[in-house]
């Protein structure tokens, strides 16, 4: 009998420990799924003339705001948001294509913000859910693992790879942590295999870091439309391409990250231009008239001694698809129209 008294206390103590622990638990995939998805819209973009350009998917970070890949708007000339039956239009308002994200205003949006995790705290092989529209599909569900952190030169984390599927249509969608929290937004995957299971989202930590980053890049282009009279671009309104140069000529060099400037250009030329932006300097990005790129970067190994912009052009002309023209090198546009 002398020993129930410790006895009791133990038995207090693992119940305590075990209602701790509920508290902590994540919530099931249908749980969570249900908490989100109304977060989580279609994004279709149009051209000119009004019609469809492509799609993708985006999150609602904000009251009538969602963010997105900015190649997701590439060549648009309007943008709407889509869930069910609903359908209204977009404005752009941020953007930051060296980091491929850029928020839309959606006035008249009635749908829930989500919550933005941390991914200091988010560790490889925890389960990971992306909700998009692939295919056009909305509210689709695909389950994973947190397969790495993908850091740059500078240690620095650039993707988040994940083993949760996507297809065509996913980029912009949220990659959510068990309990529904934003890690990061969909942003590539590798296709053409048996198992699809390699793909790639852009950190939470850069959607935080967008509205100031986007008044930092947009501030000299600004200055110089004061300066010279001209105005400056106006994301709001009927064009959605994040610009980020002044248009006083056809002739003048385009700002670094103003992708919309790129001259023979695709959605895949844009997409490595935006890779391009995050590699260490020296760097050179090569163009040619048939819409091929090459790209270099860093010290030259083996013994070479060409420079960046040396060795991508010659790689480039190897293509024989037309003339090749280096349009950046380090972090300045020397491209000039011809």
């Known amino acids: 009998m002398k020993h129930r008294p410790a006895f009791a206390a133990r038995v207090v103590a693992?119940?305590?420990?075990?209602?701790?622990?509920?508290?902590?638990?994540?919530?099931?995939?249908?749980e969570m799924y249900n908490q989100v998805s109304p977060s989580v819209w279609r994004v279709t973009t149009y051209d000119r003339d009004g019609l469809p350009l492509g799609q993708g998917s985006g999150v609602v970070i904000a009251p009538e705001a969602v963010v997105t890949n900015c190649h997701v708007l590439s060549r648009a000339m309007k943008v709407s948001v889509r869930d069910g039956k609903t359908s209204l239009p977009a404005k752009l308002t941020h953007w930051d294509p060296q980091r491929d994200v850029c928020q839309l205003k959606v006035p008249g949006l009635q749908a829930?913000?989500?919550?933005?995790?941390?991914?200091s705290q988010a560790k490889v092989g925890q389960d990971v859910y992306t909700?998009?529209?692939?295919?056009?599909?909305?509210?689709?569900?695909?389950?994973?693992?947190?397969s790495a952190f993908r850091r740059n030169e500078n240690n620095q984390l650039v993707t988040i790879q994940t083993s949760a599927a996507?297809?065509?249509g996913s980029s912009g969608g949220g990659l959510f942590d068990a309990n529904g929290r934003l890690l990061g937004l969909i942003t590539k995957g590798m296709?053409?295999?048996?198992a699809q299971n390699l793909n790639f989202a852009i950190p939470v930590d850069w959607v935080r870091e967008l509205p100031d980053r986007h008044a930092r890049l947009n501030a000299p282009a600004q200055a110089a439309s004061a300066a010279s009279g001209a105005a400056a671009p106006a994301p709001a309104g009927?064009?959605?391409?994040?610009?980020?140069?002044?248009?006083?000529?056809?002739?003048?060099t385009?700002?670094?990250?103003?992708?919309?400037?790129?001259?023979?250009?695709?959605?895949?030329?844009?997409?490595?231009?935006?890779?391009?932006?995050?590699r260490p300097l020296p760097r050179a990005f090569v163009i040619s008239e048939g819409g091929d790129w090459r790209l270099a970067w860093?010290?030259?190994?083996?013994?070479?001694?060409?420079?960046?912009?040396e060795r991508a052009m010659k790689e480039c002309e190897a293509l024989k698809r037309g003339r090749c023209f280096v349009y950046a090198v380090d972090n300045e546009v020397v491209y000039r129209p011809q």
Not at 191 to 194: H, I, K, L, R, S
Not at 240 to 247: D, F, H, I, S
Not at 269 to 274: I, N, Q
Not at 304 to 309: E, G, I, Q, R
């Open 112 to 119: 829930p913000a989500v919550v933005l995790g941390d991914t």
């Open 191 to 194: 296709f053409g295999g048996t």
């Open 14 to 30: 693992a119940v305590v420990a075990g209602l701790a622990l509920g508290t902590a638990q994540a919530m099931t995939p249908t």
């Open 131 to 146: 909700i998009g529209a692939p295919q056009g599909l909305e509210r689709t569900i695909s389950a994973g693992l947190l």
């Open 298 to 309: 860093g010290k030259p190994t083996g013994g070479a001694s060409a420079p960046p912009a």
């Open 166 to 168: 996507i297809s065509g």
């Open 238 to 252: 009927d064009t959605a391409k994040p610009a980020t140069t002044t248009t006083t000529s056809s002739r003048e």
């Open 254 to 278: 385009a700002a670094l990250n103003d992708l919309s400037r790129l001259p023979y250009a695709n959605d895949r030329m844009r997409e490595r231009y935006s890779q391009f932006l995050t």
